[in-house]
């Protein structure tokens, strides 16, 4: 069983709707992450948290806005979705050690979000 | 060119054969390579984790890294139905930001 776990599993929103995904681990990592994954594609990194704080953001859209409210949680904020956002949305997790991550990403099992 | 290329298959193969499966890269910067399977409709789940170069082996699984090469390999023996899944290498120069495959898709065929 993965020990990062994810909710909702599934998520059906407008364009106007406004959800957020859940991600959580106790694991004692203290590097999250956010990955985009279509279809037969590979995962996608997002958004990278160390120590609580985002480090990466690669150029995602304002509409997608995360958080990390403390080092075992990590949300996705969705507003004003476009159709063509609709993916499986992985959380993942790795331990830092010495000033460096080690690279072993442990992914939950992912939330597949569809947008009208 | 893409940084890392993976064959996307698919791969059929009788049960009980050895799968070998490839990935090619151009950074030679990368030092962290792992092999992640992941099945339909869930999230990926990592098999085998080498930092730097070598060969790590475990169970019927065995990762091998040409970094002089830039090629990574993944061998599965005695291959079972319930290794079909799709196959993704991932790698990098900082573990942070990890560049994956496109995935193989293997079948193990009863």
């Known amino acids: 069983d993965t020990e990062v776990t994810q909710t909702p599993k599934h998520l059906v929103m407008g364009m106007t709707n406004k959800k957020s995904l859940k991600c959580e681990q106790h694991?004692?990592?203290?590097?999250m992450y956010w990955y985009k994954q279509k279809a037969k594609k590979p995962p996608e990194l997002m958004f990278v948290?160390?120590?609580?704080?985002?480090?990466i953001n690669e150029s995602v859209p304002s509409r997608f806005s995360p958080e990390c409210p403390n080092s075992s949680l990590l949300n996705l904020h969705l507003h004003a979705l476009q159709p063509e956002d609709s993916a499986l949305y992985l959380c993942?997790?790795?331990?830092?050690?010495?000033?460096?991550?080690?690279?072993?990403?442990?992914f939950g099992e992912g939330s597949r979000l569809t947008v009208l | 060119q893409k940084e890392v290329e993976q064959d996307p298959g698919p791969l059929s193969v009788p049960e009980g054969a050895i799968v070998s499966l490839n990935c090619t890269y151009s950074n030679s910067a990368f030092q962290y390579f792992m092999w992640y399977r992941q099945y339909s409709r869930k999230g990926p789940e990592l098999l085998m984790y080498?930092?730097?170069?070598g060969n790590k082996e475990d169970g019927r699984f065995t990762a091998q890294v040409d970094k002089s090469s830039k090629y990574i390999s993944l061998f599965i023996r005695d291959s079972q139905p319930s290794d079909s899944a799709t196959y993704l290498c991932?790698?990098?120069?900082?573990?942070?930001?990890?560049?994956f495959g496109s995935g193989t898709q293997l079948t193990v065929l009863p």
């Open positions: 993942a997790s790795s331990q830092v050690a010495r000033g460096d991550y080690t690279g072993e990403l442990f």
């Open positions: 694991m004692g990592h203290r590097a």
């Open positions: 948290y160390s120590y609580e704080k985002l480090s």
């Open positions: 991932a790698m990098g120069g900082s573990a942070r930001q990890l560049t």
């Open positions: 080498t930092y730097s170069s």
